[in-house]
């Protein structure tokens, strides 16, 4: 990889913008009767720092107050305005339905986070009730918790590997990505789902690790595995052209 390929992966991620309106956030915590001090976070530009911001939001307060998983269901999904926000709705109402936990949801999250395993995962899916399989609400929490180490994943990311995938079919990082499941890239099923598409996941986890490894060292700069996947995330749904291969050790 030499040093213009890595400076067009920099540009992606400081380009990266996932902007939600400030009156749409306290909208909807108004409307799920949430207390005044949650749902009051500033998002309005999207950019790189103001989320990274909105992480540390969560890792404050979510180990014992349940608001900051309500706040990440909401950011999740809002960027498909009034129908994501009838989604977080449902599953924020399902999730008090339930019960929730903070602390129970905080532990499943970090032993996720430490194990790495399927049977961690759907643990932490459980305690969010999150009981159809879907696996990118779910995976949201982990990157939040621990974003050097772990990466979102949702279908523009499944999309952009796919695309990875055939423009280099020569990089020795395409070994180690792992493609979707047939039904979604098909179009059968809409959502990457556990029992489908837990390979797809796990290898981008690792694919996000070792590219953030050979982009620090490329820019200089410390990069995350979230910040891989904000990179790819951005360049996915800007539609620039493919950003260039990274060409990882095998």
Request: with cysteine; glycine share 6%; aromatic share 14%.
């Amino acid at each position: 990889m030499n040093q213009e390929s890595a400076d067009l992966w920099r540009q992606a991620l400081f380009a990266y913008s996932y902007p939600i309106a400030r009156e749409r956030v306290v909208r909807f915590g108004k409307r799920i009767g949430t207390p005044s001090q949650w749902f009051n976070f500033n998002l309005e530009h999207g950019t790189r720092g103001e989320t990274m911001e909105f992480e540390k939001r969560f890792r404050a307060s979510a180990p014992d107050s349940v608001e900051p998983w309500f706040e990440v269901i909401f950011w999740k999904l809002a960027s498909t305005g009034s129908v994501g926000e009838s989604r977080a709705e449902r599953m924020i109402e399902d999730l008090r339905d339930f019960r929730p936990s903070a602390p129970r949801m905080w532990a499943a999250c970090s032993d996720f986070v430490t194990s790495g395993t399927r049977e961690a995962f759907r643990e932490l899916q459980f305690s969010l009730f999150i009981v159809a399989g879907g696996v990118p609400v779910a995976a949201t929490f982990p990157a939040f918790m621990a974003p050097e180490r772990f990466p979102m994943v949702d279908s523009w990311i499944a999309k952009w590997v796919l695309r990875y995938g055939d423009a280099y079919p020569s990089d020795p990082a395409v070994a180690h990505l792992v493609a979707p499941s047939e039904a979604f890239t098909s179009g059968r099923r809409k959502t990457l789902v556990v029992s489908a598409d837990w390979s797809f996941y796990c290898g981008w986890i690792e694919w996000c690790r070792a590219a953030a490894g050979i982009l620090s060292e490329k820019t200089g700069f410390a990069w995350r595995a979230r910040d891989v996947e904000m990179a790819a995330f951005q360049n996915a749904r800007s539609g620039s052209e493919l950003l260039p291969p990274l060409g990882l050790r095998q």
